[in-house]
């Protein structure tokens, strides 16, 4: 199993803790992040519990005194069943730029559009609740709420095996897990752009944003997932806004010119012949920064027209040529620099299209650069076996946004503590939501006696009884039922801003529960879990 880190690192090293009997295993791996979440030595461990009646990992061999426990804490052990009264987890499961290579990110992307689908396809698994898909070029993540985090994990990683065609097995070397509140630690960073190959890029939280416009109104895009993405927007915006994190920091698009112009000799930069394959919001983005860099010529090659025209009005002062895609290998055959951005989902050039091309000129290096920042690529690897052409990708990125790394550390640090500010006030919410199973059935349990009383009242009073006087009983029932509910309500209500107000909240839950015989005898999660597997067989 791939443990609970977003970078690639060492094998995994096994180590067994306390009595050999209870078979606990701790996978533990070094997080090896280009902006290391805790700055340190700090190992991401993730625990599996080989114990038949535990389904959930995580759990220690051995559980600490009730007294010790905080409420919470004592919710989630008061019961022996495998789906145990706790909340369903958040978990992400996940392959990115710093684990997985190319070649399988292109094959697991979802497109936008496929994004609603994904998510009904993951709900209609009999462990999951509520899902989210964040695919990008650098990223194919999956956000779920599983009524069981293992089983959840191997139903979600069957799922992307049997969509994408990558065996399970090789999922699992590459892909990352997180549960909880790293789960909620790690879309806080992807927001704020710490998880980008470039500090502080804004165009991740676009697609944070958009991963919520699509959502809304699915189906099991539901509460915890919605208002986990909503809170990552606002941690995105609060650390560019108060850290000026972005402030000289560029997208994958800027990355790509900025790589471009370092193969490139500098006598050229003002001279080589640039040519853009694609002209959406990724290929916008090319031509502004070749724009930013000196850069007054430019062809596209693209579907239509319109977006092309749109963006020569934009940029005034540079010319753009465009070219429909029926004369793409003549444009490329004059172009020194190629930048591919479609959304095709074969290769646009193979080695026997390049090498048919005539040779670029000594000034440029004698060497046409295509630089493919599209997933699927639309590059074949192939033609780096050319002398005359040389082939990067978004994996290539890496080397310019190697510099700058002590100003990157300090700002990332100083995102960290308003990230984890963030996720203490998220978590808090979650733990508010514990009690409002409660608050509804008390209040129905209460509606219950006051309906029943009242009939009886009204059938005392015969049939002779006004509209008036029958509306009058009904709100002085209704009166003293809600001033008498007044009390416990508030009581179990908080805003989770300080952990005791909580603990106290769930502590007088945990009463109400056990003085109107509230709970039901099976759990909640098993009930969902049951239902949801009836659902499926029909």
Known sequence: MAVSSAFAGPKLETIFLGNASQNVVVFCKPRKAIFPRNYGNSLRCEQQQLQTTNDNLGVTSTAPSSSSLSALEQLKSSSADRYTKERSSIVVIGLSIHTTPVEMREKLAIPEAEWPRAISELCSLNHIEEAAVLSTCNRMEIYVVALSQHRGVKEVTEWMSKTSGVPASDLCEHRFLLYNNDATQHIFEVSAGLDSLVLGEGQILAQVKQVVKVGQGVVGFGRNISGLFKHAITVGKRVRSELNIASGAVSVSSAAVELALMKLPKSSHDTAR????????????????????????????????????????????????????????????EADVIFTSTASETPLFLKEHVADLPPVGSDVGSVRLFVDISVPRNVGSCIKELETARVYNVDDLKEVVSANKEDRLRKAMEAQSIIAEESRQFAAWRDSLETVPTIKKLRAYAERIRLAELDKCMSRMGDEVTKKTKKAADDLSRGIVNKLLHGPMQHLRCDGSDSRTLTETLENMHALNRMFSLETEISVLEQKVRAKVEQNQK
């Open 274 to 333: 640039m040519l853009l394959i694609g002209a959406g919001k990724m290929g916008k983005l090319v031509i502004k920064h070749l724009a930013a860099k000196g850069c007054t010529k430019m062809v596209v090659v693209n579907r239509s027209e319109e977006r092309v025209t749109a963006i020569r009005e934009e940029l005034h002062g540079i010319e753009i040529i465009y070219k429909p895609l029926s004369e793409m290998l003549a444009a490329a055959a």
